[in-house]
């Protein structure tokens, strides 16, 4: 007897969405997650989420398209095309939800605009969409009595006779390492932003979901695609929306120019985040920033439009700066955001490996291909994650009931644990961590070349060795031990980083978010492809490339 | 030294003692008072409850009353400061709110421009008497006495309202006045608490409960009264105290509650019967003992 | 800069001896916060702290906690604020919960009464197609509501769940008004009958306003509650002694322009209510020996028919 029939990693936006989905469709469904759902990060996500409406003219392949040439043509056009086409209705069901969206003067949906697009079809709830649409999942799952596992870490999934049946898990509060059994999982544990130092990112990002998918024959695609978001706030790396440049927010060089027009004339600041974020960086190395930063000026906005629309940036910006951004313009930089890369999934979130399943940022269907659009991450979280559910109920009917001898695989996470209590090493894991994660912003950051990227690779390389004989862990509890935690987490930032680096090796081309200064321009001849990485039992890496899905839109030129 | 004063229901009322005590304090201070008789009541929050415009607006006609006059106000209760304060600052930020209030008191010929400072006497005396001055009258000795600050939450939150951003100082007022009395003020972590008399008539049960928490943690720290500058907290942590006390800690009402004015009345060696000590429920004899 | 900070720790693993005060020292940046200290001490000094935090850009609610005393959300809290170089910050778990280790709460009691309040949009029937129609004021308004990020500082400090844990309190209250004022949802008096209830509901908030002091998102739950006691009585709840106290305010006031206390402990105990009012009998007494019995005819207000006059205006307005 299985314990559910489908468990879901992760109680962010895309869990949450496909556990809502699939309790309404009669499965015996949970979600286990290592901090109470409202605490995961989908709750930082300012600006918005994007649809395409059709009864206000709008067209859902203008979305498409937009979103295509913000991949740069690397995105799988048939993926986006579902994601375009389902878009308007997924908004819609949120609406009514309860999501307090924001309205335009008819009373209907309003809307902002939004970087990389012409149309302004991002919908919004002031600077806190993201934590809104949390919310209100958090509290439809409320309403239908959805089982959580709060606070509990998923240590290894089962895959029982080739399938994925379940997880390992270690219960936060009492240190207990337990089996949970399940027909199918859907791994929903969001990104890696902690591979990374600094990043916009929670401490809570570790890559946890990535991992687990990796080491049981997922495979991780375009994992080199990582988004630098170009407005982080100066020395804490806080995000800053990309909804204050929608609303109209200028970026200045120390000259106090409006930089964006050598290198986007057209859109400006609200170019792709790729594009934003190297035009700053290049403002900043040519000398033109001030103190490594750029400036993100909203005082022609007015006070009260900043505080009703853009409320959360004014108060990040006075109590973590002394900025009141209606009076002097924000010192801003690129900071790193998000992994376009992930696990390979199809349209429905099947990763190929049976009974595992991935949606939301984890995963890469892929829909953003080289580049992800503002406001469509949390757009690919609920589509997505809506589809993983309905496949998965369609995928548990034909699993017949089995019995899974548990124990061994609890006694293998057991060995793990007791290994890394018992360690004697000279290191302590923040420190293991903290160099990785300097070397990958270094080594893979918004430019990199051959030897940016091999030093990173050196440095995971021996980080996988310090990892493996020369940590030490303090804390010899059993009750909420996060030494032990974070050495769990780092094991899993460490599979990130080697799944980036090398992807990042293996594109011999600049494309959307990787920019390689010594190969600068797109070889759309050789490397439509993605890069598609696989980890084998015993570690042994294998990359494949197999071709980007193209349907209606030519790669050409992109220019913005 | 001159203010407009308003002494609010309660010091006319349930705590006679306090008017009498406070009118002696200022008597020998030299500080003059002329009273807003035509003032109403602040409402307290309580009538904010059921229509906030009409507490609103009494009160920003009593701020009116007093800038026709060009005097501040001085209050005698934290409820009185916390409330008119708030009424205060709401219409120094929202003009708009301001006109419509104006428009219904513009019959009896006020226009409130809000340039009106609303200040409990202990801010008076910390602030714009001098507590150096204040020691000069004092002819008791006090020395002994251990006191348990109370300031009452109008008196403290909530602090924009209240202008601690200013001048935070203010949230300190109370142990500098006990301090320079010659008394000693206790460390009490409940000095910001809640007195539970706004739930007194309605959830009896929970006001009882915070009475006894106050009291009864203020004796285990060694206090020999409670000074407050809020006549309701004084209701109720003088009138209920036995009640509480005896249902909730099973012993007895042992902690007096000696109102601010009070305490600094008897510093100053004043009329026994201004003083008013034997209006209390809790009987003061103990403290009066030790002076 | 030089740090010093006492941590109250709390070891569930021993069975004495397993709580104390811990003090750690550091230099660290001018300008970084109290988490930032808490973090420090976790990577490099400590690694049996316990701690909650994951964002540390003061959205996803998981650091409250009580610094001096006084409930913080720490990721945003700067130490140079709080002390001068060198002087001591006292850092410990949030209050009216149950500590289950260091400065780790346990937050289900919070998240229990948020399910108290049927948390989740209730409308009557969903439109044809598209969206609800709703006005952007009304939808703005339930912003300041919706900025709430469950991190539980309210509850920290909340003076009626210190005495009284039948109180739905300050966070599931606020959140309780987001749907009574949420124009699509269909459940308004249903929602207000139950919040008005004499146990635990709106009633019971003593308006210390320490969640309002606390809360870092301005969601000001007091506020909120105070808006749900108006439009309760607006919409014509059972009464309650809340309302009565209230209403016998406002007639008192308007009479008089003055309070007239008997009348109102009469009519807040109800006058037909005789255990209530036998109750008043021994309080009255006293009083009444002791001289502090107010006034059996009220005193009034200088020109008191001016503040009548003022509330006839106010009520022809509405």
């Known amino acids: 007897m299985y314990d559910h029939d489908l468990l879901i990693v992760g109680a962010g936006l895309a869990g949450l969405r496909c556990a809502v989905e699939a309790q309404k469709l009669g499965l015996k469904v949970a979600v286990i997650t290592k901090v109470h759902p409202v605490r995961s990060h989908s709750n930082a996500a300012q600006g918005g989420i994007n649809a395409p409406l059709t009864d206000r003219g709008d067209d859902w392949k203008g979305h498409a398209l937009d979103t295509i040439k913000g991949s740069d043509y690397l995105a799988d056009q048939d993926a986006v095309e579902i994601m375009s086409r389902e878009a308007g209705e997924a908004v819609l069901e949120l609406e009514r939800m309860g999501v307090i969206f924001s309205r335009g003067d008819d009373g209907k949906l309003g809307t902002r605009r939004f970087g990389g697009q012409k149309v302004a079809r991002t919908f919004f709830v002031g600077a806190i969409t993201g934590s809104a649409l949390l919310h209100v999942l958090y509290e439809q799952s409320l309403k239908l009595g959805l089982q959580v596992y709060e606070e509990w870490f998923v240590t290894s999934l089962i895959k029982h006779e080739g399938a994925v049946r379940g997880v390992v898990a270690l219960d936060l509060k009492t240190g207990e390492l337990e089996s949970i059994t399940a027909k199918s999982v859907v791994i929903a544990a969001g990104g890696a932003g902690r591979v990374f130092e600094p990043s916009t990112n929670a401490l809570i990002c570790t890559g946890d979901g990535l991992s687990l998918a990796w080491n049981n024959g997922a495979g991780l695609m375009d994992m080199e695609m990582i988004q630098y978001h170009p407005t982080t706030l100066a020395r804490t790396g806080i995000l800053l929306s990309e909804a204050a440049r929608g609303e109209g927010a200028y970026l200045l060089n120390s000259e106090g120019d409006r930089f964006m027009k050598k290198y986007a004339p057209d859109y400006m600041e609200l170019a792709s985040r790729d594009v934003v974020s190297r035009s700053e960086q290049t403002e900043i190395n040519e000398g033109r920033g001030i103190d490594g930063n750029v400036l993100l000026d909203l005082r022609h906005l007015g006070k009260e439009f900043i505080e009703t629309r853009l409320g959360y940036l004014q108060e990040v910006s006075v109590e973590f700066l002394g900025i009141d951004m209606a009076e002097k313009p924000v010192p801003i930089r690129p900071g790193m955001h998000y992994i376009m890369g992930g696990v390979k999934t199809d349209v429905d979130g099947e990763t190929g490996v049976p009974g595992l399943y991935a949606a939301g940022e984890c995963a890469n269907v892929s829909v953003h291909g080289a580049n992800r659009l503002g406001a469509n991450s949390l757009l690919d979280t609920v589509v997505f994650g809506r589809r993983s559910a309905e496949k998965a109920s369609e995928y548990v009917k034909t699993v017949t009931n089995d019995i899974i001898p548990t124990e061994k695989y609890v006694k293998r996470d057991l060995e793990l644990i007791k290994n890394i209590m018992d360690a004697d090493g000279k290191y302590k894991v923040a420190e293991v961590r903290n160099k990785m994660a300097t070397a990958m912003t270094k080594g893979i950051g918004v430019f990199r070349d051959q030897e940016s990227m091999e030093y990173a690779k050196k440095i995971v390389d021996q980080t996988k060795i310090d990892y493996r004989d020369s940590i030490r862990i303090q804390n010899k509890g059993k009750v909420y031990n996060t030494d032990l935690l974070f050495a769990l987490e780092l094991g899993n930032m460490i599979d990130c980083a080697e799944s980036i680096v090398h992807g990042a090796l293996t594109r011999k081309e600049s494309r959307g978010a990787h920019f390689r200064t010594d190969i600068p321009g797109r070889n759309d001849e050789e490397w439509l492809k993605h890069t598609l990485i696989y980890k084998s039992l015993e570690g042994e890496i294998t990359v494949k490339t197999p071709d980007v899905t193209i349907t209606d839109w030519e790669p050409i030129e992109r220019v913005y | ?291 | 800069m030089k740090v010093s900070i006492d941590v109250k720790r709390f070891d569930p693993e021993k069975t004495n001896e397993n709580n104390w005060v811990q003090n750690y020292k550091m230099d660290i940046h001018p300008s970084s916060t109290v988490l930032d200290a808490l973090i420090h001490v976790r990577e490099e000094i400590d690694g049996t702290l316990g701690l909650r935090c994951a964002c540390r850009a003061s959205i996803c609610g998981s650091c409250g906690m009580r610094v001096n005393g006084k409930a913080k959300l720490v990721c945003k809290t700067r130490i140079e604020e709080l002390a001068e170089e060198g002087e001591t910050l006292l850092i410990e778990p949030m209050g009216n919960q149950p500590v289950i280790k260091d400065l780790i709460v346990d937050i289900s009691a919070f998240f229990a009464k948020m399910t108290q309040i049927t948390p989740f949009l209730q409308p009557d029937e969903f439109p044809k197609q598209g969206e609800f129609i709703a006005s952007n004021d009304s939808m703005e308004k339930l912003l300041t509501e919706m900025n709430c990020i469950m991190c539980g500082l309210c509850v920290s400090e909340c003076t009626i769940l210190e005495v009284d844990d039948t109180f739905i309190g300050p966070a599931a209250l606020a959140k309780a008004s987001r749907f009574v004022y949420d124009p699509r949802d269909s459940q308004t008096t249903d929602r207000l009958n139950f919040l008005n209830d004499e146990q635990g509901g709106i009633w019971d908030c003593t308006r210390c306003m320490q969640c309002v002091d606390v809360c870092p998102k301005d969601v000001a739950p007091m506020d909120r509650i105070m808006d749900l006691r108006e439009t309760a009585i607006e919409i014509g709840t059972k009464k309650t002694h809340g309302y009565d106290h209230t209403n016998s305010f406002e007639k008192s006031v308007v009479a008089h322009g003055r309070l007239d206390e008997s009348r109102l402990a009469l009519e807040s105990a109800g006058i037909f209510n005789i255990p209530r009012l036998l109750d008043l009998i021994p309080v009255g007494l006293r009083a009444l020996i002791k001289g502090k019995l107010p006034p059996l005819f009220p005193h009034k207000a200088e020109d008191n028919k001016k503040i009548k006059e003022i509330a006839k205006k106010i009520k022809e307005m509405e």
């Open chain 2, 1 to 291: 030294m001159k203010y407009a004063f308003y002494p609010g229901c309660v010091a006319r009322g349930g705590t006679p003692e306090l008017l009498s005590s406070s009118m002696a304090v200022l008597k020998e201070l030299n500080i003059e008072v002329e009273e807003l008789t035509k003032a109403g009541c602040t409402g307290a929050g309580v009538l904010q409850e059921k229509n906030p415009l009409l507490g609103d607006t009494i009160n920003v006609r009593t701020l009116a009353m007093a800038e026709e006059k060009k005097l501040n106000i001085m209050t005698l209760c934290s409820t009185c400061q916390g409330v008119l304060s708030q009424a205060n600052y709401k219409v120094k930020k929202d003009p708009e709110y301001l006109k419509k209030i104006n428009a219904l008191i513009k019959d009896e010929g006020y226009n409130y421009k809000g340039t009106t400072e609303v200040k409990h006497l202990l801010w008076i005396l910390v602030e714009d008497y001098g507590l150096g001055k204040l020691k000069t009258h004092l002819k008791k000795e006090l020395s002994n006495l251990k006191f348990a600050p109370f300031y009452g939450c109008y008196m403290v939150r909530p602090s924009e309202a209240l202008g601690f951003d200013e001048k935070p100082e203010r949230q300190n007022y109370l142990e500098q006045v006990i301090e320079s009395v010659g008394a000693t003020a206790i460390d009490f972590p409940g000095k910001f608490s809640c007195c539970g008399f706004p739930v007194l008539f309605i959830n009896q049960k929970n006001s009882l409960k915070m009475v006894s928490n106050q009291t009864g943690s203020a004796k285990d720290l060694g206090a020999d009264a409670m000074v407050t500058p809020c006549p309701l907290c004084h209701l109720n942590l003088d009138g209920y105290q036995g009640k509480a006390r005896s249902n909730n800690r099973g012993d007895k009402a042992d902690l007096p509650i000696i109102h601010m004015p009070q305490m600094i009345a008897l510093a100053m060696g004043l009329e026994t019967k201004d003083i008013g000590l034997g209006r209390h429920i809790v009987s003061p004899k103990e403290v009066l003992n030790k002076i």
